[in-house]
């Protein structure tokens, strides 16, 4: 499975969808900008896509959300142990209220993972945020054990972006 993103102004981006109306396509709203998200497993219709290969994933994405996308740059000699570590994740994010799916997606032509969650609100998002479960799968974030520490597998600096998704009036 991949994931294929592409950006533009929020008619076009509604247009290609309507265009290619048998494709999984989610249009998200983000501050300032507004991004086509391409689901399949076969090849995209964007013509100059940022192309992700899925190396995890739960549940199923859907038109109306609030979409969280954690960018974290990884070395090349990092992508190894930044992969195995979401491989065998203890899955607890799956079981929080507002939860709705998760992607783990490998950069195809660049060093930015993007692990992508949809949650049913902003609120959902925050709640995981604060949670035990949260707290459980980072809990060893900026020690000498943790990730983040030993070796120093990140080539930059980690970033949010946030989009929502509004069901579309045709559907």
Do not use: C
Not at 62 to 74: H, M, Q, W
Request: glycine share 8%.
């Amino acid at each position: 499975m991949n994931i294929y993103l592409t950006s533009g102004t929020s008619e076009f981006m509604y247009s290609l969808k309507k265009k290619h109306a048998g494709e999984e396509m989610f249009v998200l709203h983000g501050q300032g900008n507004t991004v086509l998200l391409h689901e399949t497993t076969g090849k995209t219709v964007f013509q100059t896509p940022h192309k992700y290969e899925v190396v995890d994933s739960s549940g199923e994405l859907s038109n109306e959300g609030y979409f969280v996308l954690n960018n974290i740059p990884v070395t090349d000699e990092g992508r190894p142990i930044f992969e195995h570590r979401f491989n065998n994740r203890a899955r607890a994010i799956e079981n929080e209220p507002g939860f709705v799916a998760i992607r783990v997606l490998r950069p195809v032509e660049s060093d930015t993972y993007i692990i992508l969650t949809e949650w049913t609100g902003p609120s959902s998002f925050e709640a995981w945020q604060t949670s035990q479960a949260y707290n459980k799968a980072h809990e060893k974030r900026g020690t000498d054990d943790g990730i983040d520490k030993r070796p120093n597998i990140f080539s930059s600096a980690s970033y949010v972006t946030t989009y929502t998704s509004v069901k579309d009036e045709e559907e």
